[in-house]
């Protein structure tokens, strides 16, 4: 019996080197939901692949002395043969240097630009290279990166941003509306209490510093 369709995807896993155990691990598990989903009766499209860009990247290719394409084509053909000597059944390996991605990445780019979700700005504060985020003062631990514990540097740049401070409060009325479309429960407080009330911010969505990235058609320079 066809019980309709059921996506599933894993996180994409990111090219700077070789994928490591927690990597294949998530694999191995979302494949195992997969596979019982279809053995159930549902249509199943189960998406895995890599992400491919950034100014990590950048620098370790730079560091290895070869071309950014050609580091990531390296990983990415590793982390695809893992994947297939694992036999994880996905029916789509897909890598953000791809063509068809790129392309759809920009598309959104201009729509959300053109309906007025995109503006450019500037961006200050602490910044840690390997996390490739920016941090304020206050979410400093240490004088560290809270993520990695790494140390940052001072920097500014320009960079355009998503309006999601707008949308805070159709996101709540949503949540409210739709009470199982985060699960479980304590995922939804969590986003509620720890990211919307505070006051949503506004999301950096582009770089200058660095090229290796999804170039934006609208302004070259990002």
């Known amino acids: 019996m ?39 009766g549902y249509d199943v499209y189960f998406l895995t692949g890599t992400d491919e860009h950034g ?24 982390i695809k043969r893992i994947w297939d000597f694992m036999n994880v059944s996905y029916d789509q390996f897909i890598r953000t240097t791809d ?3 790129k392309e759809v990445v920009q598309a959104i780019m201009k729509k959300l630009y053109e309906k007025g979700d995109i503006y450019k700005g500037s961006y200050e504060g602490a910044y840690c290279t390997p996390c490739e985020s920016f941090w304020t003062e206050s979410q400093l631990k240490d004088g560290c990166c809270p993520d990695c514990g790494g140390p940052v540097t001072q920097a500014s740049e320009e960079a355009y ?18 009470p199982d479309f985060i699960c479980p429960e304590s995922r939804k407080n969590e986003m509620i209490n720890n990211f919307i009330k505070p006051g949503l911010q506004d999301l950096c969505v582009s770089r200058t510093s660095f090229n290796w990235g999804v170039r934006v058609t609208f302004d070259e320079g990002h």
């Open 2 to 40: 066809d019980k309709g369709k059921f996506y599933i995807t894993t996180a994409i896993a990111y090219t700077s080197k070789i994928p490591h155990i927690g990597n294949t691990y998530e694999a191995i598990l979302t494949d195992s939901i997969a596979r019982f989903k279809r053995s159930d």
């Open 55 to 78: 100014q990590k990247i950048q620098e370790q290719a730079e560091a290895d002395g070869i071309d950014p394409q050609a580091h990531v084509d390296h990983i990415a053909g590793e």
């Open 161 to 178: 941003f998503l309006k999601l401070s707008a949308y805070a409060d159709r996101l709540v009325e949503y949540y409210d509306s739709h």
């Open 99 to 101: 063509t068809q991605h």
